[in-house]
């Protein structure tokens, strides 16, 4: 934190501008991987216990288990988008 | 910043243009588009009375699990009549994203914001004229007051229905695939720079320019693992589009 701090100091305005909304960009994808790291371990985690406890049931679980992580992974992916337009717009 | 030139983000993404509104992504597009089209007319023009093999071996090969993994498992046995649109969805994404590996080319069409979006908005248009075929005007109806919900809470459901079919499904469903694509290149061309700034670093510290290898091993792997994305995210976006037309003929009524 020190260092970033330094760097922000010495360096002219625009450079600093630059600087600021790079460490938002990484804050921002850090935080928003947090929730869905979370969710889809334990969605994964659990449609393998039941696909361990009935195996014949296995394709079923499969597909709920996508559709589930399709729609956790959704806000990773936003907190990305907000990465590329911090970082680069 | 990062200790390696990245180049700005529209060298990465954009490409030059071809010619004015036309660029090497339209390009990509166009070709997924053909070959698709191409791969289904000769597996049709074989004769189906003998044994599959080649081209219709593929194609019937990819049927099968459209209808097996995509629409038995969300639409039942009288969604069967949407495999066809569900195929080319499949089909068309898979074959926009998999130039993301493929050498040379590498750009998956998809991991730009219109190719998506445009086919969210064609999911979009289908599954509430579906809502309004099956259910006519009701259909409307039936998202703002969802029936099946205690009286006191029904504005309150309603509205979120109601936002999250109308404006967040289509929002999601475009980020879902853009994003995800776009992720995958920048990771590739992070670790291709990564092996290439280490590989030519000017520095007297010999042992870093074999350290290059590493990058160049976490390539490989991403390469492959790039491919399962690809796949997999076309299955996603097939799979989501018939939840959603699912969700609007059977109606919020019965629960599923």
């Known amino acids: ?89 | 910043m990062f200790g390696l030139e990245f180049p700005p983000i529209n060298e990465i993404l954009r490409w030059k243009d071809i010619f004015p509104t036309y660029n090497k992504i339209a390009l990509i597009a166009t070709a997924a588009a053909i070959l698709g089209i191409l791969l289904f007319l000769l597996a049709s023009r074989k004769d189906p009375m003998k044994a599959p093999t080649g081209t219709r071996n593929l194609a019937e090969v990819t049927i099968d699990f459209i209808e097996e993994s995509i629409v038995m498992q969300t639409l039942g046995k009288s969604g069967l009549k949407w495999t066809p649109f569900l195929l080319c969805l499949f089909i068309f994404i898979f074959l926009c994203n998999i130039p993301g590996v493929i050498p040379i080319i590498q750009m998956p069409a998809t991991a730009r914001m219109a190719i998506p979006m445009s086919l969210a908005l064609l999911v979009w248009v289908v599954y509430i004229a579906t809502g309004i075929k099956h259910q006519g005007a009701a259909y409307f109806g039936h998202l703002l007051w969802p029936p099946g919900v205690p009286v006191a809470l029904k504005p309150l459901v309603g509205a979120i229905e109601f936002i999250s079919t109308i404006i967040v499904t289509p929002f999601s469903l475009t980020v879902r695939l853009f994003a995800n694509m776009m992720a995958g290149h920048i990771l590739l061309v992070t670790f291709a720079l990564l092996t290439e700034s280490l590989l030519l670093a000017e520095t007297k510290q010999v042992f870093l320019v074999p350290m290059g290898i590493l990058p160049f091993l976490m390539l490989m792997f991403l390469t492959g693992f790039e491919i399962l994305v690809a796949f997999l995210q076309a299955y996603i976006f097939a799979i989501l589009a018939a939840v959603y037309i699912n969700n609007s003929t059977v109606g919020h009524a019965d629960d599923h």
């Open chain 1, 1 to 89: 934190m020190e260092a970033i701090s330094a760097l922000v100091a010495q360096a002219d305005p625009a450079d600093a501008k630059n600087t600021s909304a790079a460490i938002g960009a990484g804050f921002a994808y850090g935080i928003a991987a947090i929730g869905p790291g979370i969710g889809i371990g334990y969605l994964v985690g659990k449609s393998v216990e039941a696909m361990a406890r009935q195996p014949e049931a296995a394709g079923m679980v499969r597909t709920t288990m996508f559709l589930g992580i399709a729609f956790t992974e959704a806000l990773a992916l936003i907190g990305f988008v907000v990465f590329i337009l911090l970082k680069f717009a």
